[in-house]
């Protein structure tokens, strides 16, 4: 593998969902393979889950870890062409790309949308030109319009732990304060619509996801009936992708509550965290047996790991 | 050892003080124990001398370390239970705490008191959440009201360099232009009070520290008094406990000099640092032959590595 | 070696030029050598390629890194003698390098000047100091008035990359928007008035270095003249000695393009990076065959462990 970016780049789910799960029950058999191999995690924006867990994933493997908050060690970033910079920016993304190349064997970049210009951000701009000017192989650490090692961590939470063989998966909208962005929902759907699960996406009028990334999954504005029968929920806030980046109204009632759970299958329910309480998810949920967010938050390491064993194995 | 908070969290501090020489002698004799380990130090506030020596200790027993300036790095976290989180926190240390747990091996945590609410700075509320949602074996890296890897090493090399075999000590307060925790001096008064040591703190009057730590200890106003004869003098500025957080005059007469240090046996002097020269501590005390202060904080390295032995043995 | 602050630090730069191409070649030959010892990097400014290369290097002899962003995560420096520290600063330079010395086998710090007190840039108060208090060897990461591990980089690339045994290689001025230090054009000159090439300083009048650092240099305020039949182009902006850090007028008519690398011979273009494209260097310059800067930055890492295969060495 050269690039995770997205489902798209992986040839087999099924095949690195179970070699996540051989990771996890035998996480230091392929320590020879990193040996001598530097992993560059360059972060733009904020990170605990995927911070910690890719560095264990690399240490696993036995490679070496360098971490950069670029947003705060190095320069200011220009990733526009043609421009004079006599600005702010001090550093264009072809030579800093380039330069991080120069001193890692696979980079890894978080890069947050700006939830203003949609074109710009689902044109994945700041990625791609990380991806074109580095010239190594390369692991998002989430993008502006998608989060893969956090839904290929949700796939194997999901696979680990379902009790039938097609089970029903429900995203579901929640409430928040703030526009967030919609990578994670995104991901998760695009993730969700290869695997063999049951997919229903439930949210608000408004809040429909670019159908890019929902195609073959069931679309309702109900929550009650999304999660009826449902195996898994996963509870997720995201602002609109038509007005781009805009929220509309409070919808408190679509928190997830343990009353809600009835109409479920004894559903286990996953977030991919942060999670603000008693506004995205019950405290009562998440302090339930019913809630997977810790464990789930666990599998990131396996999910980096499978990833990083197969761009080791391509170098 | 499963938690390393305070004085009582330690069967045996005279083993631990040995413990922690042997390292000194022999640092790398502990190297396998580490193997495939991960020590994760998160940090909510500055540090230079506990994230550098901890780091150092870890690397010594053959462990990976991962540090996350928490405050910088990651997201703003919120304590209480049960508020709905729809301002500006971002993430519930339930969920924070959980999660390194799934990373790390053994969590380091340091987070100064707010000196505003002192029921709160003594509960200890922060640092014993992550303990209680962390799941795994955690080291205090200064906590609101104790510094104990600081208070270990402080003892270290009082045992190391003493001449007699039942030394007097001195905590003396320093004069100081801010108001600064007691977490110091609540450590090392702990400490020494279980210490075999002639114990004597001298402060100017309405600096009396919780007496949970100074039990056993003699108490003074003349730091005169107090120094006359010891072995070792410990200088260090805290605000009042009574009330809380504050500070009343200048007491420039309290800053240790080489005209008070005749009064000693040759004091040694110790101070946890970072200190202001000329301030809390004069110049020429420092850059003379009695100063400890270097000295003393390389010791940090060996307490930290004693500690983090004991808990790898027990993982 | 010691201390690698300048080239008046190196015996045999030529030795130094063949052995980080030695490193290039095989770069995990000396893994043994430092096994179990900390290479501990200081920043006090930003940093990219001083950053991850000098990381590389260590960890690819094998070194343990510990890197600290002192502006950010430890204490407000003082830096002089007899005050008394009742203002902002935390901690003295005299106790935070003889403690950084407890815990690292060799330091690197990366200082940048104040450019308003040329007397006090110029005598390297900052790094020095750290010399003479962390009782360890050193090498700088950039200083106020010298960048080594970027010079003797591009010395090893122009070495690498000659066609002829003496080059001409030219130092040429470049617009900016900012005042920037003369660390880098300084150390660059002062490398190769001692190696084997033919070398010529251009800038407009005013921004003369100081003679210091460039005896033996032909300087000229013709550009175009300069360039003559170059075989190597070095760009970089600085600001002036005399009057120290101010800069006068535009110059944007010094930007190197493609019509004025007309009049070389077919030079390779060089610049340590971040660079201003369009500003300081055009962008068909910067995205053609002559340039070397990434592969220069790539460089770095063979100079940085040159460097600390020799201080390795010596302890």
Same mark, same amino acid.
């Given at each position: 593998?050269? +690039?995770?970016?997205?489902?798209?780049?992986?040839?087999?789910?099924?095949?690195?969902?179970?070699?996540? =799960?051989?990771?996890?029950?035998?996480?230091?058999?392929?320590?020879?393979?990193?040996?001598?191999?530097?992993? %560059?995690?360059?972060?733009?924006? &904020?990170? =605990?889950?995927? *911070?910690?867990?890719?560095?264990?994933?690399?240490?696993?493997?036995?490679?070496?870890?360098?971490?950069?908050?670029?947003?705060?060690?190095?320069?200011?970033?220009?990733?526009?062409?043609?421009?004079?910079?006599?600005?702010?920016?001090?550093?264009?993304?072809?030579?800093?790309?380039?330069?991080?190349?120069?001193?890692?064997?696979?980079?890894?970049?978080?890069?947050?949308? %700006?939830?203003?210009?949609?074109? #710009?951000?689902?044109?994945?701009?700041?990625?791609?030109?990380?991806?074109?000017?580095?010239?190594?192989?390369?692991?998002?650490?989430?993008?502006?319009?998608?989060?893969?090692?956090?839904? +290929?961590?949700?796939?194997?939470?999901?696979?680990?732990?379902?009790?039938?063989? *097609?089970?029903?998966?429900? +995203?579901?909208?929640? &409430?928040?304060?703030?526009?967030?962005?919609?990578?994670?929902?995104?991901?998760?759907?695009?993730?969700?619509?290869? /695997?063999?699960?049951?997919?229903?996406?439930?949210?608000?009028?408004?809040?429909?996801?670019?159908?890019?990334?929902?195609?073959?999954?069931?679309?309702?504005?109900?929550?009650?009936?999304?999660?009826?029968?449902?195996?898994?929920?996963?509870?997720?806030?995201?602002?609109?992708?038509?007005?781009?980046?805009?929220?509309?109204?409070?919808?408190?009632?679509?928190?997830?509550? @343990?009353?809600?759970?009835?109409?479920? @299958?004894?559903? #286990?329910?996953?977030?991919?965290?942060?999670? *603000?309480?008693?506004?995205? +998810?019950?405290?009562?949920?998440?302090?339930?047996?019913?809630?997977?967010?810790?464990?789930? /938050?666990? @599998? *990131?390491?396996?999910?980096?790991?499978?990833?990083?064993?197969?761009?080791?194995?391509?170098?």
């Amino acid at each position: 593998m050269k +690039l995770f970016s997205s489902v798209n780049d992986v040839t087999d789910i099924n095949q690195l969902v179970n070699e996540a =799960l051989l990771h996890k029950q035998n996480p230091y058999a392929h320590q020879q393979l990193g040996k001598n191999r530097i992993l %560059g995690l360059i972060f733009l924006n &904020p990170s =605990l889950r995927t *911070r910690l867990s890719t560095q264990k994933a690399a240490l696993n493997l036995g490679m070496n870890v360098i971490v950069m908050n670029m947003d705060k060690e190095g320069w200011a970033l220009e990733f526009n062409d043609g421009v004079v910079m006599n600005g702010t920016t001090v550093e264009h993304i072809r030579e800093a790309a380039g330069v991080m190349g120069q001193y890692v064997d696979i980079l890894g970049v978080r890069s947050f949308p %700006g939830l203003v210009d949609r074109e #710009k951000d689902y044109s994945e701009e700041i990625f791609n030109k990380f991806v074109e000017f580095c010239g190594v192989p390369m692991v998002s650490l989430e993008s502006a319009t998608r989060h893969p090692l956090q839904s +290929l961590a949700d796939l194997v939470t999901i696979h680990e732990l379902k009790t039938t063989a *097609r089970p029903k998966v429900v +995203l579901t909208w929640a &409430p928040h304060v703030k526009a967030l962005p919609q990578a994670v929902p995104n991901s998760f759907a695009e993730w969700m619509c290869k /695997a063999d699960v049951q997919f229903v996406i439930a949210h608000p009028e408004g809040y429909a996801l670019c159908d890019d990334f929902t195609g073959g999954a069931t679309i309702t504005h109900n929550q009650d009936e999304a999660i009826n029968g449902a195996d898994f929920i996963y509870v997720k806030n995201w602002s609109a992708y038509e007005p781009y980046g805009k929220v509309f109204g409070e919808h408190n009632d679509w928190m997830l509550t @343990n009353q809600k759970l009835t109409l479920t @299958n004894n559903a #286990k329910v996953m977030h991919c965290l942060p999670v *603000r309480r008693n506004l995205e +998810l019950s405290a009562e949920v998440l302090d339930g047996p019913n809630s997977l967010v810790v464990h789930e /938050a666990g @599998n *990131r390491v396996w999910a980096a790991q499978a990833v990083l064993k197969q761009m080791l194995q391509a170098l």
